[in-house]
Protein backbone atom coordinates (compact mmCIF):
# COMPACT_ATOMS: atom_id res chain seq x y z
CA UNK A 1 0.00 0.00 0.00
CA UNK A 2 1.55 3.70 -0.81
CA UNK A 3 0.57 5.97 1.34
CA UNK A 4 2.51 9.33 0.79
CA UNK A 5 0.65 11.73 3.08
CA UNK A 6 2.52 14.01 5.43
CA UNK A 7 0.39 13.48 8.61
CA UNK A 8 -1.44 11.32 10.25
CA UNK A 9 -2.99 9.80 13.50
CA UNK A 10 -1.99 6.47 14.91
CA UNK A 11 -1.64 4.55 11.23
CA UNK A 12 -4.20 1.56 11.66
CA UNK A 13 -4.52 1.26 7.26
CA UNK A 14 -1.13 0.65 7.73
CA UNK A 15 -1.15 -1.50 10.55
CA UNK A 16 -3.76 -3.99 8.82
CA UNK A 17 -1.96 -3.73 5.41
CA UNK A 18 1.18 -5.32 7.37
CA UNK A 19 -1.40 -7.94 9.63
CA UNK A 20 -1.60 -8.83 5.95
CA UNK A 21 1.51 -8.84 5.05
CA UNK A 22 0.65 -6.26 2.62
CA UNK A 23 4.04 -4.24 1.72
CA UNK A 24 3.83 -0.62 2.83
CA UNK A 25 5.31 2.22 1.43
CA UNK A 26 4.95 5.47 2.88
CA UNK A 27 5.91 9.38 3.74
CA UNK A 28 8.84 9.80 6.31
CA UNK A 29 7.27 12.63 7.27
CA UNK A 30 4.28 10.46 8.57
CA UNK A 31 3.98 9.11 11.93
CA UNK A 32 4.14 5.81 10.74
CA UNK A 33 7.36 4.67 13.20
CA UNK A 34 5.27 2.85 15.26
CA UNK A 35 4.54 0.75 12.19
CA UNK A 36 7.09 0.59 10.10
CA UNK A 37 10.62 -0.05 9.84
CA UNK A 38 12.11 1.48 6.91
CA UNK A 39 14.06 -1.33 5.11
CA UNK A 40 12.94 -4.01 7.64
CA UNK A 41 9.43 -4.18 7.27
CA UNK A 42 8.05 -0.99 4.81
CA UNK A 43 9.53 1.54 2.88
CA UNK A 44 9.64 5.39 4.23
CA UNK A 45 10.16 7.92 1.22
CA UNK A 46 10.67 11.72 1.02
CA UNK A 47 7.38 13.01 0.57
CA UNK A 48 7.92 15.79 -1.79
CA UNK A 49 10.00 13.22 -4.47
CA UNK A 50 7.47 10.72 -6.22
CA UNK A 51 10.37 8.90 -8.06
CA UNK A 52 11.69 7.84 -4.53
CA UNK A 53 8.09 5.88 -4.50
CA UNK A 54 8.52 4.71 -7.88
CA UNK A 55 12.36 3.77 -7.30
CA UNK A 56 10.87 2.30 -3.95
CA UNK A 57 7.92 0.09 -5.67
CA UNK A 58 10.63 -0.99 -8.24
CA UNK A 59 13.31 -2.27 -6.05
CA UNK A 60 10.51 -4.31 -4.46
CA UNK A 61 9.43 -5.85 -7.39
CA UNK A 62 12.57 -6.73 -8.57
CA UNK A 63 13.37 -8.31 -5.37
CA UNK A 64 11.44 -11.28 -4.45
CA UNK A 65 13.42 -12.41 -1.41
CA UNK A 66 13.26 -8.71 0.80
CA UNK A 67 9.11 -8.65 -0.24
CA UNK A 68 8.48 -11.72 1.32
CA UNK A 69 10.73 -10.79 4.42
CA UNK A 70 9.16 -7.65 4.44
CA UNK A 71 5.82 -9.34 4.71
CA UNK A 72 6.91 -12.20 7.34
CA UNK A 73 7.98 -9.08 9.64
CA UNK A 74 5.27 -7.25 9.01
CA UNK A 75 2.83 -9.80 10.25
CA UNK A 76 5.23 -10.36 13.50
CA UNK A 77 5.17 -6.39 14.19
CA UNK A 78 1.35 -6.22 13.82
CA UNK A 79 0.66 -9.13 16.37
CA UNK A 80 1.83 -6.55 18.91
CA UNK A 81 -0.97 -4.33 18.25
CA UNK A 82 -3.46 -7.35 18.63
CA UNK A 83 -6.06 -6.36 20.89
CA UNK A 84 -5.42 -9.17 23.51
CA UNK A 85 -1.85 -8.04 23.77
CA UNK A 86 -3.08 -4.45 24.07
CA UNK A 87 -6.29 -5.27 26.57
CA UNK A 88 -3.11 -6.75 28.63
CA UNK A 89 -0.94 -3.84 28.71
CA UNK A 90 -3.91 -1.78 29.47
CA UNK A 91 -4.78 -4.02 32.15
CA UNK A 92 -1.10 -4.03 33.93
CA UNK A 93 -0.80 -0.38 33.09
CA UNK A 94 -4.08 -0.04 35.43
CA UNK A 95 -2.75 -1.99 37.92
CA UNK A 96 0.40 -0.46 38.72
CA UNK A 97 -1.29 2.82 38.50
CA UNK A 98 -4.29 1.62 41.60
CA UNK A 99 -1.87 -0.29 43.01
CA UNK A 100 0.06 3.37 43.97
CA UNK A 101 -3.34 5.11 44.15
CA UNK A 102 -4.26 5.73 47.59
CA UNK A 103 -6.61 5.04 49.81
CA UNK A 104 -9.51 7.82 50.07
CA UNK A 105 -9.76 7.78 53.71
CA UNK A 106 -6.31 8.40 54.26
CA UNK A 107 -7.02 12.08 52.34
CA UNK A 108 -6.87 14.94 55.02
CA UNK A 109 -8.99 18.09 53.75
CA UNK A 110 -8.41 21.33 55.33
CA UNK A 111 -11.07 24.01 55.43
Partial sequence: ????????G??????EAAATGTLVV????????????????????SVNKAEFY???LIE???NRE?????????????KKFDWKNITQQYETEYGEVLA????????????
Avoid: H, Y
Avoid at 10 to 15: E, G, K, V
Avoid at 66 to 78: D, E, H, M, P
Fill in 66 to 78: RLSTFASKSVALA
Fill in 26 to 45: CSEESNFGEVIDNWQNGVKV
Fill in 100 to 111: KTTEPSDFTVTI
Fill in 10 to 15: FPISAL
Fill in 54 to 56: RDA
Fill in 1 to 8: MLFPSRME
Fill in 60 to 62: LME
